[in-house]
């Protein structure tokens, strides 16, 4: 599972930023199903920043991000971000020497039901 997020940073708030993002990346590098993140800086527009993180599967991805010891460095770092919290599964891995196929972990129902769009009560069936 790959999730990114983009965030707008003052230039002259961009050490205190880079130092959160350090902190919450390390903190997250300790929870179980870790791989990777990173942190790192549109050439373009220099306020703009993005926090990537890549965790073994959907379920290590969301404890992970929910982690209560993690909610204050969540709420700081949120502060900033400009984009919903944007979470893929990777399909297709490409490298000089190979390519990785992989087939999706999404349930079969994944495009029938959203929190956002349920209306029914909490009691109905």
């Known amino acids: 599972m790959i999730v990114s997020t983009v965030h707008k940073i003052e230039v002259t708030a961009e050490t205190e930023f880079i ?11 300790q ?7 990173s942190l790192g800086r549109s050439v373009d527009e220099v306020d703009t920043w993005l926090i990537q993180q890549e965790w073994q599967d959907a379920g290590s991805c969301r404890r992970g991000l929910s982690a209560s010891l993690l909610r204050p460095i969540a709420f700081a770092i949120a502060q900033s971000n400009i ?4 979470t893929f599964e990777q399909l297709l891995i490409v490298t000089q020497s190979e ?6 972990d999404r349930a079969v129902d994944a495009d029938t039901f959203s929190l956002s769009t349920n209306t029914k009560k909490d009691n109905e069936v």
């Open 99 to 104: 390519t990785k196929r992989f087939l999706s």
């Open 19 to 29: 130092e959160l993002a350090n902190q919450w990346l390390i903190a997250l590098a």
């Open 83 to 86: 984009s919903e919290i944007s």
């Open 31 to 37: 929870l179980p199903g870790w791989v990777s993140g």
